[in-house]
């Protein structure tokens, strides 16, 4: 059976609960940012390329109000993240008072330290349906629904573009998290639209929203429950040799480069691996152009099989996957109605994704469960809303 995915409002009622609990008093603000799923367009982000992602119902709620002084406390319900499950934060100094101060407050530091105006002292509280470590961007939604929460204590007018507060959230990542990611995931948990993917120039950070609508198709996200860690060495790793490979060509990035450039790598007898990574990233950047259009037309056999060829890539050339994603992708593409799956995320776990026809959701789940070794978790999904202010 898929998750039953809590509504926003539930999430912001059982958010108001444990704020009267630890602050007793209520919640004045509440604001919500949503994860992603990326159609497709994988590590294409950092090479200045294009990404199809779309928001998802899975969202992290903030409430929470200002209060005097210079120390903001928040608390986080998410029991998968490091404790202590409550930090405070000078946010005159831009530090964490705590003396542990565990990895989800960074992403919280991060975005305090580099929000574009004024950050008031305040008390909060964190809930998320986002699932931790599952590639559908926790982190992002921690980011922005920090970003959003801050602009709604500070109140209106607001006149800091969208792309603006996307792109300071990408740096609070970069600088207080470790993680070199790219734009994707900040951009659609701030600027997603329902009914919508939204396509991503990461070269000129523009994006064009594409109408994703049919009764008739739904996504299916499967977790894998594998765990992944990005910011150890492997998504570095992968970054650098992306680098390599451009400067190798003299392009800025590989963005630049053709299919006749991966060749000409092959004929410098450069190492094996930088090939493999470019030709992934060229192939994927030519296959998400042409997946927007697909999607514009409707022509969602195309898009899946786009889809597919999108995962054998990553599974061969960037290696990125592991033996339970592939497995997940087998299993859904053995059931008719199955369109396209693969893929979705940094890799190395997390979790594929697959476009199906309505009517065989139920089939690939029943598949996947009775021929998956783990406990897989399904969450079937239509593009969603990005970041919001809510009404109390």
């Given at each position: 059976?898929?998750?039953?995915?809590?509504?926003?409002?539930?999430?912001?009622?059982?958010?108001?609960d444990?704020?009267?609990?630890?602050?007793?008093?209520?919640?004045?603000?509440?604001?919500?940012?949503?994860?992603?799923?990326?159609?497709?367009g994988?590590?294409?982000?950092?090479?200045?390329?294009?990404?199809?992602?779309?928001?998802?119902?899975?969202?992290?709620?903030?409430?929470?109000?200002?209060?005097?002084?210079?120390?903001?406390?928040?608390?986080?319900?998410?029991q998968?993240?490091?404790?202590?499950?409550?930090?405070?934060?000078?946010?005159?100094?831009?530090?964490?008072?705590?003396?542990?101060?565990?990895?989800?407050?960074?992403?919280?530091?991060?975005?305090?330290?580099?929000?574009?105006?004024?950050?008031?002292?305040?008390?909060?509280?964190?809930?998320?349906?986002?699932?931790?470590?599952?590639?559908?961007?926790?982190?992002?939604?921690?980011?922005?629904?920090?970003?959003?929460?801050?602009?709604?204590?500070?109140?209106?007018?607001?006149t800091?573009?969208?792309?603006d507060?996307?792109?300071?959230?990408?740096?609070?990542?970069?600088?207080?998290?470790?993680?070199?990611?790219?734009?994707?995931?900040?951009?659609?948990?701030?600027?997603?639209?329902?009914?919508?993917?939204?396509?991503?120039?990461c070269?000129?950070?523009?994006?064009?929203?594409?109408?994703?609508?049919?009764?008739?198709?739904?996504?299916?996200?499967?977790?894998?429950?594998?765990?992944?860690?990005?910011?150890?060495?492997?998504?570095?790793?992968?970054?650098?040799?992306?680098?390599?490979?451009?400067?190798?060509?003299?392009?800025?990035?590989?963005?630049?480069?053709?299919?006749?450039?991966i060749?000409?790598?092959?004929?410098?007898?450069?190492?094996?691996?930088?090939?493999?990574?470019?030709?992934?990233?060229?192939?994927?950047?030519?296959?998400?152009?042409?997946?927007?259009?697909?999607?514009?037309?409707?022509?969602?056999?195309k898009?899946?099989?786009?889809?597919?060829?999108?995962?054998?890539?990553?599974?061969?050339?960037?290696?990125?996957?592991?033996?339970?994603?592939?497995?997940?992708?087998?299993l859904?593409?053995?059931?008719?109605?199955?369109?396209?799956?693969?893929?979705?995320?940094?890799?190395?776990?997390?979790?594929?994704?697959?476009?199906?026809?309505?009517?065989?959701?139920?089939?690939?789940?029943k598949?996947?469960?009775?021929?998956?070794?783990?406990?897989?978790?399904?969450?079937?999904?239509?593009?969603?809303?990005?970041?919001?202010?809510?009404?109390?």
């Amino acid at each position: 059976m898929a998750v039953n995915i809590p509504s926003v409002e539930k999430l912001v009622e059982q958010a108001q609960d444990i704020y009267k609990n630890e602050f007793n008093n209520k919640a004045e603000v509440a604001v919500f940012g949503p994860g992603r799923v990326n159609l497709i367009g994988e590590h294409t982000d950092y090479n200045e390329g294009f990404v199809l992602p779309m928001a998802l119902p899975l969202v992290t709620v903030v409430v929470g109000s200002k209060i005097p002084g210079s120390t903001a406390t928040i608390v986080t319900t998410n029991q998968d993240v490091d404790y202590p499950h409550i930090v405070q934060i000078d946010v005159v100094k831009k530090r964490i008072t705590n003396e542990k101060q565990p990895k989800w407050a960074q992403y919280v530091l991060g975005v305090i330290a580099n929000y574009i105006g004024s950050t008031p002292a305040f008390h909060a509280v964190i809930i998320s349906s986002v699932p931790t470590g599952g590639g559908l961007s926790s982190s992002a939604a921690l980011e922005v629904s920090m970003y959003t929460f801050l602009d709604a204590l500070n109140g209106p007018p607001n006149t800091v573009m969208p792309t603006d507060k996307a792109l300071a959230c990408q740096k609070a990542e970069h600088d207080y998290a470790g993680m070199p990611c790219g734009i994707m995931d900040q951009f659609i948990s701030m600027m997603g639209k329902k009914d919508n993917a939204l396509l991503i120039d990461c070269r000129t950070c523009t994006s064009t929203l594409i109408p994703f609508k049919s009764p008739d198709i739904v996504i299916l996200i499967t977790n894998s429950n594998v765990k992944h860690e990005l910011t150890g060495s492997e998504y570095p790793t992968r970054r650098k040799q992306c680098q390599t490979a451009a400067s190798l060509l003299n392009k800025i990035s590989l963005r630049d480069a053709t299919y006749n450039d991966i060749e000409y790598l092959t004929s410098l007898n450069a190492d094996e691996d930088v090939v493999k990574r470019a030709r992934h990233v060229v192939g994927e950047i030519d296959r998400t152009a042409r997946a927007a259009e697909a999607l514009k037309n409707k022509d969602f056999k195309k898009f899946g099989k786009l889809m597919v060829e999108s995962h054998i890539s990553l599974k061969n050339d960037f290696e990125v996957s592991c033996p339970e994603i592939d497995c997940l992708v087998e299993l859904a593409l053995q059931v008719p109605g199955v369109l396209g799956s693969r893929l979705t995320g940094g890799g190395f776990g997390g979790c594929t994704v697959t476009l199906v026809e309505s009517h065989a959701v139920d089939k690939v789940i029943k598949n996947i469960v009775n021929n998956y070794s783990r406990q897989p978790t399904f969450y079937i999904c239509t593009p969603s809303d990005g970041s919001k202010i809510l009404q109390m």
